[in-house]
C-alpha cells in the first residue's frame, strides 16, 4: 500500500538523501528559485504571526522551519518516522517549532489552528478528502487551509514514475479543478484560486537558449505567458486557498 511506502520512503532514501531534504530549498540548486517562489506564495496567503500553523505532511521539516523563524507557532505533522526523527533532531533549536509522527488524515487535533498547509503534499495521500477532513477539524472556525499542489502531468512525469516504483508512493495529479472539488465537499468555503508560482516564476526568469528560447526570454512574451498562467491555467495548475466557516 501506499501509505506503507510514505512511512518508509525516509528509511529508504537513506542518509544522504535525509540531509538533502533537511537542507531544502537550497539542497536543490536547480529547483532553489521555483521552491522559494512557492513558499514565498505561501507566506503572502497567510494571517499574521504569530499565528499557529499545522504544515500537514511536512517530510523532515524545512517548510516548517521557514514558518516558525518568521514568527509562527508551527507544528509539523508526516507520516515518516524517520523523517519527524530527523526534523527534530536538525531543528531543535526552534522553539515555536514542534513535529508529531502521525498520518496526517487521523490527527487527533479539534478547533486548534489558525491555518492549515499541503505544501507539495496531499497528492501523495490515499484519501485527498480524508486528509481534508482532518484539516477541517484541526482549523479553529474561520481558519485558513492552503495547498500548493503539482497540477496536470505530475503523475506522469519520469521522476514520479521512479518515485512509484522505487518507493512505492502515491504521485498524483492535483490540479485546483479537482481540488476545489474535494475542498468543496469538506465544507470549506470562500475557495481562491491563485497561478501556481513556480510555473510564474520560470515564465517570469528562467533564461532559455536557441531561437525559441530567445523568443520566451523576451520581456512581452514573459508578460502575457503570466498573464495566462494567472488567468486561464490556473485551473490545472495553482494554489488553491479556503476558510472554514466561523
Given at each position: 500500500?501506499?501509505?506503507?511506502?510514505?512511512?518508509?520512503?525516509?528509511?529508504?532514501?537513506?542518509?544522504?538523501?535525509?540531509?538533502?531534504?533537511?537542507?531544502?530549498?537550497?539542497?536543490?540548486?536547480?529547483?532553489?528559485?521555483?521552491?522559494?517562489?512557492?513558499?514565498?506564495?505561501?507566506?503572502?496567503?497567510?494571517?499574521?504571526?504569530?499565528?499557529?500553523?499545522?504544515?500537514?505532511?511536512?517530510?523532515?521539516?524545512?517548510?516548517?522551519?521557514?514558518?516558525?523563524?518568521?514568527?509562527?507557532?508551527?507544528?509539523?505533522?508526516?507520516?515518516?518516522?524517520?523523517?519527524?526523527?530527523?526534523?527534530?533532531?536538525?531543528?531543535?533549536?526552534?522553539?515555536?517549532?514542534?513535529?508529531?509522527?502521525?498520518?496526517?488524515?487521523?490527527?487527533?487535533?479539534?478547533?486548534?489552528?489558525?491555518?492549515?498547509?499541503?505544501?507539495?503534499?496531499?497528492?501523495?495521500?490515499?484519501?485527498?478528502?480524508?486528509?481534508?477532513?482532518?484539516?477541517?477539524?484541526?482549523?479553529?472556525?474561520?481558519?485558513?487551509?492552503?495547498?500548493?499542489?503539482?497540477?496536470?502531468?505530475?503523475?506522469?512525469?519520469?521522476?514520479?514514475?521512479?518515485?512509484?516504483?522505487?518507493?512505492?508512493?502515491?504521485?498524483?495529479?492535483?490540479?485546483?479543478?479537482?481540488?476545489r472539488s474535494f475542498i468543496a465537499e469538506v465544507g470549506f468555503s470562500s475557495i481562491k484560486t491563485y497561478a501556481y508560482p513556480a510555473i510564474t516564476h520560470r515564465a517570469l526568469y528562467k533564461q532559455r537558449s536557441g531561437p525559441v528560447g530567445r523568443i520566451r526570454n523576451n520581456s512581452v512574451v514573459r508578460g502575457l505567458t503570466a498573464g495566462y498562467l494567472a488567468t486561464f491555467?490556473?485551473?490545472?495548475?495553482?494554489?488553491?486557498?479556503?476558510?472554514?466557516?466561523?
Amino acid at each position: 500500500m501506499a501509505k506503507q511506502g510514505e512511512r518508509e520512503y525516509f528509511k529508504k532514501i537513506g542518509k544522504d538523501g535525509v540531509i538533502f531534504t533537511l537542507h531544502k530549498p537550497f539542497s536543490d540548486p536547480i529547483n532553489v528559485g521555483s521552491l522559494l517562489h512557492d513558499i514565498a506564495a505561501v507566506f503572502s496567503l497567510l494571517p499574521h504571526p504569530p499565528a499557529k500553523i499545522i504544515d500537514l505532511g511536512c517530510g523532515s521539516g524545512w517548510t516548517s522551519s521557514f514558518y516558525a523563524k518568521a514568527g509562527y507557532d508551527v507544528t509539523g505533522i508526516d507520516i515518516s518516522p524517520d523523517a519527524i526523527r530527523a526534523a527534530k533532531k536538525h531543528f531543535s533549536d526552534i522553539t515555536n517549532l514542534k513535529f508529531e509522527t502521525k498520518d496526517y488524515d487521523e490527527i487527533s487535533h479539534h478547533d486548534e489552528f489558525d491555518a492549515a498547509i499541503f505544501f507539495d503534499s496531499l497528492h501523495h495521500a490515499e484519501s485527498e478528502v480524508a486528509a481534508l477532513l482532518a484539516a477541517y477539524r484541526a482549523l479553529k472556525p474561520g481558519g485558513l487551509l492552503i495547498a500548493c499542489e503539482p497540477g496536470v502531468g505530475h503523475s506522469k512525469s519520469p521522476s514520479s514514475i521512479e518515485a512509484v516504483a522505487k518507493y512505492g508512493v502515491n504521485e498524483k495529479d492535483m490540479p485546483p479543478k479537482l481540488l476545489r472539488s474535494f475542498i468543496a465537499e469538506v465544507g470549506f468555503s470562500s475557495i481562491k484560486t491563485y497561478a501556481y508560482p513556480a510555473i510564474t516564476h520560470r515564465a517570469l526568469y528562467k533564461q532559455r537558449s536557441g531561437p525559441v528560447g530567445r523568443i520566451r526570454n523576451n520581456s512581452v512574451v514573459r508578460g502575457l505567458t503570466a498573464g495566462y498562467l494567472a488567468t486561464f491555467a490556473k485551473r490545472n495548475h495553482g494554489i488553491v486557498i479556503a476558510r472554514k466557516p466561523e
